[in-house]
Structures are given as C-alpha cells and as structure tokens.
C-alpha cells in the first residue's frame, strides 16, 4: 500500500533564503525537480511508484513522461503504476501496450496485475481483450484470476448487453475441460448458482445422464461434476441410485463422493458428515467447493457447524470461498467473528463485508471493540480503506455507522506513523479534509501526507496551508507541500 514506503522514506529537503516574490518562485519549482529527482532515483521501487502515483493524480507538473520512462523501470511494480496512471491520459496507448504485453510474458504476478488494473481501469472492450489473454495462458493460476474476471464482467453489469453477457457465458464454459481443477470448479460454481446448465437443451441433458450411468470412469466423473452443478428434476432419484451402487466399492469412490454431493446440494440432511468430510479435503478443490455448496443448501444447523469446523486450519482458497457464499446467500454463520483476525488481508476484507451483510449493528460493535485491541488496529484499519477505495461514498453506510467510533479514536491514532495515515483516509471521508487541517501540524507525518494530498486535490487550499511542509524531513509530506505551493504559483 501507498502508507509503506512513505513510513520508510526520510529524506532532508533543501530550503531557500530569497525573500524575493519572484525569486522564491523559481526557488520552489527549481526545488520541486530537485526532490523530484531525489525520489525516482532511489532505489526503493515502492518510493519511485508512489512519486508516479502522486505527480500523476495530482496533475500539478507535466508527468506523462516520467511516467513513459518509469514504463522502463527495472523493478515491475514502478511500471505497473506508471501503467495505470497513463490510462487515464493522452498517452493510454502506451499504458494498454505495458499490461498487454505483461498477461503472457511477465511473472504470474505481473499477470495478475496487469488483467486486474484493465478490469477496473478500461472499458468493456479493452479490459476484455486483457483479460480473455490471461485464459490462453500455461499458469494455472493466471487462468484463474482471468476465470473470475470474466465472471464479474458478467455478475457486475459490466458486458454492453445481454447477448454480450451471454456470449461471454459460451465461451467460458468450453473450460469446464481445463486442466486445473480450480478453474473448472471456478465455471461449475457460476454455472450451477446461476442456473445456467438448467438451460442447456434436452438432448445435451440426455447425453449427460447417458454418460453418468455408462461411460468411462472419467466420462462418468466429468458428465456428474456437471449435472451436479445443475437444477434438475431428475437428479435426486439419479444421485441416489448411483450411491447406492457406489457405497462400499473403493474404485468407485469418487463417484460416491459426487453422488452425495450432488444429494446434498439439493437439501438431503442425512450425510452432512460425510459432506464435512469431502468439504475439508483440499487436494480435490472442485469437488471441496461443490461440498461446500451442498453445506450451505441444506438448512440445517449441523450443516453450519460443520461449515464452521471446515475453516479451522483450512487453506486461503477454502474460506474466502466460504466468505463468498456467505455474503451472496447468508447463513448467518459466526465465521466473520473468527476471520476477522486472520493474517490474510483478502480474508479479513470479505469478513468484514459479511460480517455487515449480516448484522450492522453487530458489525459497529464488533469492529469498535476490535480497534480497542492493539494488535486489530491496523490490520482492520488497513481493510477498512481497502473497501472504502472500492465504491463511491454513497454507497458506503458501512462507513457512517462507524463514525462515531472512529472520531473518538481519531486523535489518537492520528498521532501515530504506524496508523495516522489509515485513519485520516477514514476521517477525510466521513468529515472532509477540512476537518483535519487546523491540526496538521501535530498529525503524524503520515497522516500529514495523506492531509496534504486530499489538499492538492481541493479546488481552493491556501498556499499558507503547504508552506511549512516545505522543509519537513519526511521526504512524501515535502514533496506534497512542494507540489502545493507550485500549484497555487501558477494560478
């Protein structure tokens, strides 16, 4: 995050001595360049990204060819950043070119960056071309993010249309035969929670069930993996016959496990043991996260037990899928109370937002004893920007029912490096940056910095407000009142 490499960076600026109106001017820009240059040629690369990232949101100075340069830049994460500022300039041809040309041939992180920056950051038909090269690729787990952002293209109304959506549907599930079992069971979730395998016409159904009773082992296993992902009439009977002929025959072990999967996903209470079993087992994460399924469809409260005992010592990929579920079809399960202090950011994030989902009272409680514990403060704080970030004011009244808490704590987070920052993204947000300026001088040089950058934003900031930052010795609250004072010179 931005907070990192500030906390890190403590550079001394140079001051200037002429008292001339004239003189002080040129001093302040001839001054600017020079911390500017200062910051690019550090070798912190998180110092060099946040630069690109401040100049460039801030649009005081001409930036769009530094941040061409820092396309170039040795260490990926500074391209990155430089990438995404230029999409939203003259020069976003040349920021498209960096993240298409990173899908296939950087690292599986350059990968994962590059199709999440297009996703969020161009329109439809760009962000699409991105994206679906990140299906053709040999990293399994590059084929998984693209997996889960053609879907959100679709759960998240961002297709142009309906048939665009629905085309979008065709083509994923030709990867129901992907080699990796995480992407087809990425496909069999959407499909089966959407209905859409209900609509496939009755002689491919047909095939299938021929398939489950009659074919090859694989056969048989492929032809159920997805019939239990869909509705259908016939499939309980089905199911049940098949386990019968299964039980208590090792060579047919798996498809006993399918079979009561697919009774459990539709409402059979009498195996939730066995479900808890094949829920736990990781080495099989299609078949895991369609016992996961089948947990949560049976409203049963040894079901939910069972989904609670699932997470303890479970992998990542199991509880935010469990989070998942939980926040698209709640259970009121206490799985938020037990994730929220997990080590993992991605997990805590989607605990808090299920934890909302299903009790805001209790999330406003919960979360204001949490941050009375130091060792929750930042972890929570942290998350909490991290959804703030991700939609428009109005639509955070998660936001509004902390504020209390969050005002009474303020003082005394904002005094300190370690959480002044993360606080002061959260109070600027509930009260504006006015709110905090008159007491700049004693915040953190964190929280300064964050106050400083709001300020440069702000249409009308008085010169005076960024003057005596000039000389700070933390090098991103300098650089800011910098960028200031030269703004308001030119206007």
Avoid at 190 to 206: F, I, K, M, P, Q
Avoid at 249 to 259: G, Q
Avoid at 260 to 268: E, F, K, R, T
Avoid at 449 to 457: G, S
Wanted: aromatic residues 6%; proline residues 4%; contains cysteine.
């Amino acid at each position: 995050r931005r907070l990192s490499a500030m906390l890190v960076m403590l550079l001394l600026a140079n001051g200037c001595s002429d008292s001339k109106p004239g003189a002080r001017r040129a001093a302040s820009e001839a001054n600017l360049e020079q911390v500017l240059r200062q910051g690019l040629e550090q070798p912190d690369p998180f110092v060099r990204a946040e630069v690109i990232d401040l100049i460039s949101s801030t649009g005081v100075i001409s930036w769009t060819d530094r941040a061409k340069a820092a396309l170039a830049d040795s260490d990926p994460l500074v391209g990155m950043v430089a990438a995404r500022a230029l999409l939203a300039s003259e020069a976003a041809e040349d920021g498209i070119r960096h993240l298409d040309d990173r899908v296939l041939s950087g690292t599986p992180a350059l990968s994962l960056a590059s199709m999440r920056i297009a996703f969020s950051s161009l329109p439809y038909s760009k962000a699409k071309e991105i994206v679906n090269k990140g299906l053709r690729s040999s990293t399994a787990e590059v084929r998984r993010e693209a997996i889960r952002l053609m879907l959100d293209f679709i759960r998240l109304g961002k297709t142009p249309d309906a048939s665009t959506a629905r085309a979008l549907e065709q083509q994923l599930l030709t990867f129901l035969t992907d080699t990796d079992p995480y992407v087809v069971a990425l496909v069999l979730e959407y499909t089966g929670s959407e209905g859409r395998l209900a609509e496939v016409d009755e002689a491919t159904r047909g095939a299938l069930y021929e398939l489950a009773k009659t074919g090859e082992l694989e056969q048989q296993r492929r032809a159920l993996r997805i019939l239990t992902a869909a509705t259908d009439g016939q499939m309980k009977s089905f199911l049940f016959d098949l386990y019968r002929d299964a039980e208590g025959k090792p060579e047919r072990s798996e498809l006993f496990d399918l079979a009561l999967v697919g009774m459990g996903q539709s409402g059979d209470k009498l195996h939730i043991p066995e479900l808890e079993r094949i829920a736990g087992r990781e080495t099989d994460p299609e078949l895991q996260k369609a016992a996961l399924t089948a947990l949560f469809a049976i409203d049963d409260i040894d079901a939910s037990l069972a989904l609670s005992q699932v997470l303890e010592g479970r992998g990542k990929q199991t509880r935010l899928h469990i989070l998942a579920m939980e926040l698209r079809r709640p259970r009121n399960l206490r799985l938020a109370d037990v994730l929220l202090k997990d080590d993992d950011p991605e997990v805590r994030l989607a605990a808090l937002k299920v934890m909302h989902k299903q009790d805001s009272q209790k999330f406003q409680r919960t979360v204001s004893q949490k941050l009375a514990v130091e060792q929750y403060r930042r972890p929570i704080l942290t998350s909490l920007c991290e959804w703030m970030d991700e939609s428009p004011a109005e639509k955070q009244p998660w936001l509004g029912g902390l504020a209390s808490s969050l005002r009474s704590m303020a003082a005394e987070f904002l005094a300190r490096d370690d959480l002044g920052g993360l606080m002061a993204q959260l109070i600027i947000r509930l009260d504006g940056v006015s709110s905090l300026t008159e007491e700049l001088s004693s915040l953190s040089s964190s929280a300064q910095y964050v106050v400083l950058r709001a300020l440069l934003a702000a249409p009308e900031t008085s010169p005076e407000l960024f003057k005596p930052y000039a000389t700070s010795p933390f090098y991103f609250v300098q650089l800011a009142a910098l960028l200031g004072l030269n703004k308001r010179s030119k206007g």
